[in-house]
């Protein structure tokens, strides 16, 4: 008899045991994955793991249009981007809490045709009353420089006073100018081809102008794009004049003198294009000469 | 997950059918050994039926395991992968303020933040609400009541919307400007003022009047500051004239001179700056 209570109590210090194992949740990690696929929605986060990957593809999508609209939005395309962060400490601006942390970025993108590449320090100074931020060092390559020498000018000054934006600002206009310069090169080259010359193609900062009736006068317009003290971009246009001595010696009113006078005035009057227009019409129209396209 | 529970359910039900059954049993039979006899069939079937339900659940664990191991391992390296792009397009979208220009996407169209510095200090920064719909419009914004955006939405708004903003960047960078140097002044250099620097909100008109120690002597000049073009952070304008009865002896005149020259071509703080070296300096050869 006692032997057959020991036996059922002995059952039943069993069943204690095992019943808890099957009334328990199967142990993580097996069944997490079926638990995800059925409530995708719950683990939608930033954690990892959590979130299912058709859902992170399409939050990167959102993006990635973000970016792409940013770009076009401001003509600046940021490519690559990294940063460091070190905070300095010492002890004696513990004792005065302050904070010091040094960033180092790294930036690399294109504004239309130029590329740039920028490795830039942030001081962050934290006291008690304020938070200072102040770019401690600037470094700007730029390419190509070869075409717009006029880079370097802008660049060494962003440099120099460590200005960042001034230096995306300048980059802007400059940009801005150097893509209506072509352009309006290239309007004046399909409108009078035979008197435009381009030697060093459209991007450049001349066009050579040849009347075609009188092939020993010729004309360059020289249009450079310079940046001021301020950063601000301003196109500086001249007029280069190539005239046979003859033609000089008969000249009594000193009129290829006071040409190239004479143009900047035309162009403050009429703006860039309607006095190269006018320039161009007056040059290209000579008795019997050739008449505009 | 209804799919594991239920058969972890059924074994319970059934558990429970047995518990009941063995209850009733022990209620009918009187005699303690019988019932201890049905008790110990009864229990042996409930602790039979519960530990082979436990090795098939322990079975079906470890092939699941097995199983979804290898699948696993690919899912998570291919979604580190796009996790890591997802994080490399964010830390981009962040670095856009280092342009000056920053912009994050609303239902209406975008929220434009235009960034200001001052050679090097990063500033206060504003932003640009706009709607994008056909014509463009600026629902809310931070600008300052003082700059001209009327007058710049209405000349690039719609015809130029790059232009517009980094015509708005020139402005505000410029107000950021002239204000750091005037506030720089008023905060480092308060000896050197004998009155208090009178500023508009826009920052663009200046006075105010200082004293200047040379070699033992002491002159007070007033300077008055006006920066015409909004766009600039150097004045247009300056001029500094003698304050007091006496005339001014030559050497002074040349001062008075140079200073109009200085504050025309360095930045107010800046100009300032020079004054303490040079007394420091003047000083030294003193003593």
């Known amino acids: ?293 | 997950t209804a799919r594991t529970l239920v058969p972890g359910l059924s074994v319970l039900a059934h558990l429970e059918k047995l518990e009941t059954q063995v209850n009733r049993s022990r209620k009918k039979l009187e005699e303690p050994q019988g019932a201890q006899a049905v008790e110990s069939s009864l229990g042996t079937k409930i602790r039979d039926k519960l530990r082979s339900e436990v090795k098939q659940r322990q079975a079906r664990v470890a092939v699941r395991d097995t199983s979804v191991e290898p699948d696993q391992t690919l899912e998570i390296s291919e979604q580190k992968a796009w996790e890591r792009k997802r994080e490399n397009v964010k830390a981009i979208l962040q670095a856009y303020r280092f342009t000056g220009l920053s912009g994050k996407l609303t239902s209406r169209g975008v929220c434009v933040c235009i960034h200001t510095a001052f050679e090097g200090t990063l500033l206060d920064s504003y932003f640009v609400d706009l709607v994008i719909q056909k014509p463009l419009r600026i629902h809310h914004h931070s600008i300052p009541a003082f700059i001209p955006l009327e007058e710049i939405s209405a000349k690039y708004l719609q015809t130029n919307i790059q232009h517009f903003l980094f015509s708005l960047c020139e402005y505000l960078n410029a107000y950021a400007g002239r204000k750091y140097q005037a506030d720089q002044l008023q905060r480092d250099f308060a000896a050197f003022l004998a009155g208090p620097l009178q500023r508009n909100s826009l920052c663009n008109v200046l006075s105010f009047t200082y004293k200047v120690e040379l070699r033992g002597q002491a002159f007070t000049f007033c300077a008055r500051l006006l920066y015409k073009d909004l766009t600039v952070t150097l004045p247009t304008d300056v001029t500094v004239t003698h304050q007091g009865m006496d005339t001014l002896p030559t050497s002074w005149e040349e001062q008075r001179a140079s200073h109009e020259n200085l504050f025309c071509t360095k930045a107010l703080h800046k100009v300032f700056a020079s004054f303490t070296q040079r007394e420091k300096l003047d000083m030294s050869l003193v003593h």
Not at chain 1, 271 to 276: F, Y
């Open chain 1, 1 to 293: 008899m006692d032997s057959e209570l020991a036996e059922v109590r002995a059952l039943e210090a069993e069943i204690a045991v095992l019943r808890p194992a099957c009334e328990e949740p199967p142990a993580p990690g097996g069944d997490a994955a079926s638990v995800r696929k059925s409530f995708p929605e719950i683990y939608q986060s930033d954690s990892e793991g959590w979130e299912s990957s058709k859902d992170l593809r399409s939050n990167l999508g959102h993006l990635e249009s973000e970016l792409l609209f940013l770009s076009t939005l401001t003509g600046i395309s940021i490519r690559n981007y990294s940063k460091k962060t070190e905070t300095l400490t010492s002890p004696e601006m513990a004792e005065k809490s302050i904070k010091k942390v040094l960033q180092r970025h790294r930036l690399s993108g294109t504004c239309h045709m130029i590329s740039f590449q920028l490795e830039f320090q942030i001081l962050e100074v934290q006291n008690k009353e304020n938070l200072s931020s102040v770019i401690t060092d600037l470094n700007i390559i730029m390419e190509p420089t070869t075409t717009y020498s006029e880079l370097s000018e802008f660049v060494s000054r962003a440099e120099e006073r460590r200005d960042l934006f001034m230096f995306f600002r300048s980059l802007h206009f400059f940009v801005e100018w150097c893509e209506y310069r072509k352009r309006t090169f290239k309007h004046f080259k399909e409108k009078y081809p035979e008197a435009v010359r381009l030697p060093e193609g459209a991007s450049a900062s001349y066009m050579r102008v040849q009347s075609t009736s009188q092939p020993g006068f010729e004309l360059v317009i020289v249009w450079r794009i310079q940046t001021d003290e301020e950063g601000k971009v301003v196109p500086k246009l001249d007029l280069l004049t190539k005239v046979p001595r003859q033609a000089l010696e008969l000249d009594k009113k000193g009129v290829v003198e006071t040409a190239a006078v004479g143009f900047r005035a035309l162009l403050s009057v009429l703006g860039i294009e309607a006095a190269l227009e006018s320039l161009l019409s007056v040059l290209c129209m000579e008795h019997g000469g050739q008449s505009p396209q």
